[in-house]
C-alpha cells in the first residue's frame, strides 16, 4: 500500500513526501493497494479527514493477486490529520490503515 501523487497504468509513482503541503492550491493524491489472496472480495478505501469520513471506495479483487487505487484531490481548505484504511467491505475488519498530515 503505498500514497503517490500519480497513478502510471497500476504501478504506483514515487510515494508522497510528507506532511502534505496544501496550503497553496490542491493535490491529486491516490492510494496504491496490491491485494493477495481476496479474490472475488471486495474491498473499501475509507478516506477520513479529522475523524470524518470524506470518501469511501468499493474496489473488487477480480484475482489472487490484484492491484488497485481510489483517488482524492485534496484542497487547501482539507488541512488535518488524514487516515485511509483498507477495509474488507465482508467483514469490516480493517486490513490495513496509512496516516498522514496535510498542511
Do not use: C
Request: aromatic content about 6%.
Amino acid at each position: 500500500m503505498q500514497l503517490t501523487a500519480r497513478m502510471e497504468g497500476l504501478e504506483p509513482g514515487p510515494p508522497l513526501t510528507l506532511p502534505l503541503q496544501v496550503s497553496r492550491g490542491e493535490q491529486r493524491i491516490y492510494l496504491f493497494t496490491e491485494l493477495r489472496g481476496l479474490s472475488g472480495r471486495t474491498v473499501v478505501h475509507r478516506w477520513e479527514l479529522n475523524g470524518r469520513v470524506v470518501q469511501e471506495r468499493q474496489l473488487p479483487a477480480k484475482s489472487a493477486a490484484w492491484r488497485t487505487y481510489s483517488g482524492l484531490r485534496i484542497t487547501n481548505s482539507m488541512a488535518g490529520s488524514w487516515r485511509v484504511t483498507v477495509v474488507d467491505a465482508a467483514t469490516g475488519s480493517t486490513l490495513a490503515e496509512l496516516r498522514f498530515t496535510a498542511n
